[in-house]
Nanobody, 125 residues
Framework: VQLQASGGGLVQPGGSLRLSCVAS????????IGWFRQAPGRERERVSI????????YYEDFVKGRFTISSDSAKKTVYLQMNNLKPEDTAIYYC???????????????????WGQGTLVTVSS
């Protein structure tokens, strides 16, 4: 399984970015794919998860109303549209995959089986 993340960059506060995660070698329709992030000196944290198995979507409170996760099964790609970005959103964003169909609490860092290489998002004026 390979996960290829892209779309990071430098953006001003209030700006937008769209991250993409292309999955290969994965049973996409049986998986949950999500985004995690890690800022310097901080632990990796979950941002959002989408489960292709049952269509469930989960967001952390700090991105609700600003970020939108979506997927295209034909392209085996998961997107994270990030709007109204804040300096505190600065981090390396990783896509990760695990088994689909579980409740939100299951999708921790430890329970994601495969990880992409990360893409850097910097929010700064």
């Amino acid at each position: 399984v390979q996960l290829q993340a892209s779309g990071g960059g430098l953006v001003q506060p209030g700006g937008s970015l769209r991250l993409s995660c292309v999955a290969s070698g994965l049973g996409f329709d049986a998986a949950a794919i999500g985004w995690f992030r890690q800022a310097p000196g901080r632990e990796r944290e979950r941002v959002s998860i989408i489960s292709a198995t049952d269509g469930a979507i989960y967001y952390e409170d700090f991105v609700k109303g600003r970020f939108t996760i979506s997927s295209d099964s034909a392209k085996k790609t998961v997107y994270l549209q990030m709007n109204n970005l804040k300096p505190e959103d600065t981090a390396i964003y990783y896509c990760a995959a695990g088994p689909g169909g579980y409740s939100s609490s299951f999708y921790s860092v430890a329970n994601m089986w495969w990880w992409g290489q990360g893409t850097l998002v910097t929010v700064s004026s």
